[in-house]
């Protein structure tokens, strides 16, 4: 039990800041999926008079992500998005102006995400707006709201965004019949990848569960076992049926310290030899664990 007790003098500065900050956000009236995103334009690869053409473009982004409703059911996931988009060439055909770039994706923990091969119209100073119709631009930018909010759904409920991710999957299905097909043949296939992974999901999905009993004013010593049991048996299933995968690294890469506290402190030596096993960039961190 002292292991608990550590766990969660940790933990308590960290939820208290998230509390104070919910209450704060109370009373802004927000009703996006998103509290804070950071839009960046890499223009390198463009000629000074066509960087001119993209000065709103930020805020553009920025905006549409803030002041989107992407379901009405879900006014509190407060989440965050960090976008680099690196522009690299303008076309021009008649009065239509073409954008090819790629882009990055993340919400500053555990989800990353690269897009290549982004092809869209664009008109300087249009606004962009939800539609349930396919937009070029518009639609790739609600792609990743969509994967983002199916991965924190996940952490609230046990495969909670599968919704989320069938959006995204059906997104990307316009995407491909659409008169703008470069790159959704890709996203399509992530989708249903990430969507399918229900390992990694389901370990999301327990070890928040975990984290979440750890902060309770009366700890359910039972619910974090088991949690992190079914943590240890889906990480197993990974490294037995997938081996090294991208999405786990990222996610253990992210949480590896709460992670290994938390089978410490339930004399979990097996979870923990397998971490150092699959998770060879913190073999460092681990092994100490295992000298106590």
Known sequence: MDGIVKLQIMNWSKYLYLALTACILMETDLWSQFIEVNAELDMRRLSEGDRQLFETLTEDIENYYLNTQFSADLD???????????????????????????AIFSNKLDQY???????????RGRKMYYTTTFEPMASFLDYYAFLFIAT??????YMGGTSF????????????????????????????KIKNNQYLRSMRFNFFVAMDAIK????????????????????????????????TLKFLDTYHVSIADLMAALNMREGLKLLILYDHDHKKVYTPYLKN
């Not at 700890?219 to 049926?241: G, P």
């Open 113 to 123: 995400f690269y897009a290549k091969s982004i092809q869209f119209p664009y008109e």
């Open 76 to 102: 509190d996931l407060d989440m965050t998005i960090d976008l680099r988009l690196v522009l690299e060439s303008v076309s021009r055909g008649g009065n239509q102006i073409t954008i090819n770039a790629q």
């Open 216 to 247: 309770a004013e009366k700890v359910d010593i039972n619910l974090v076992t088991t949690s992190m049991n079914t943590f240890y048996e889906d990480l197993k299933s990974i490294d037995e049926k997938l081996g090294s995968n991208k999405e």
């Open 152 to 157: 924190e759904l996940d952490t609230w409920n």
């Open 165 to 192: 991710f069938n959006r995204a999957i059906e997104l990307s299905d316009l995407g491909k019949d659409s008169d703008w097909p470069n790159g959704w043949d890709d996203r399509w296939k992530k989708a249903r």
